[in-house]
């Protein structure tokens, strides 16, 4: 395994620990919303993290056991989630200041994630790791 790959899996890794914690507080948030339409968003967005740390996990073993990966190593979610709703209409709803919050959090984290993953995609040249990220 190349170090710069090992490098990104490792980082990889420790955002796998971030992710984790994004997954519970997502769970978290699930459980104190009243609203079905954000309970749904937030329990999709902790089943994603899941599937996020599972590959990380595959592609470092893989690289490891100094095995061929496989032909596809993405795996994407059967599960879809369409928002019903509009953030600028659920202000409007009363008691929902920490939901909003919360989605706000949530935002920043998986826009914190993007980033973090497209330039560690920059620095993979295998084109099936690369895919992943």
């Given at each position: 395994m190349s170090e710069k790959l090992l490098e990104a899996l490792?980082?990889?890794e420790e955002l796998e620990l971030e992710e984790l914690?994004?997954?519970?507080?997502?769970?978290?948030?699930?459980?104190?919303?009243?609203?079905?339409?954000?309970k749904e968003l937030f329990k999709h967005l902790a089943y994603e993290e899941d599937l996020h740390s599972e590959?990380?996990?595959?592609?470092?073993?893989?690289?490891?056991?100094?095995?061929?990966?496989?032909?596809y190593i993405t795996k994407v979610?059967?599960?879809?989630?369409?928002?019903?709703?509009?953030?600028?209409?659920?202000e409007k709803v009363a008691g929902v200041e920490t939901d909003i919050a919360a989605l706000e959090e949530a935002l920043s984290f998986e826009e914190k994630s993007v980033?973090?993953?497209?330039?560690?995609?920059?620095?993979?040249?295998?084109?099936?790791?690369?895919?992943?990220?």
């Open positions: 490792l980082k990889a914690e994004g997954k519970q507080f997502y769970l978290k948030a699930a459980e104190k919303t009243l609203i079905p339409s954000v590959k990380i996990r595959e592609i470092y073993q893989f690289f490891q056991q100094k095995k061929k990966l496989p032909q979610s059967k599960k879809q989630f369409n928002p019903v709703f509009d953030l600028k209409q659920l980033k973090y993953y497209q330039k560690l995609s920059e620095k993979i040249k295998d084109p099936k790791v690369k895919r992943f990220f």
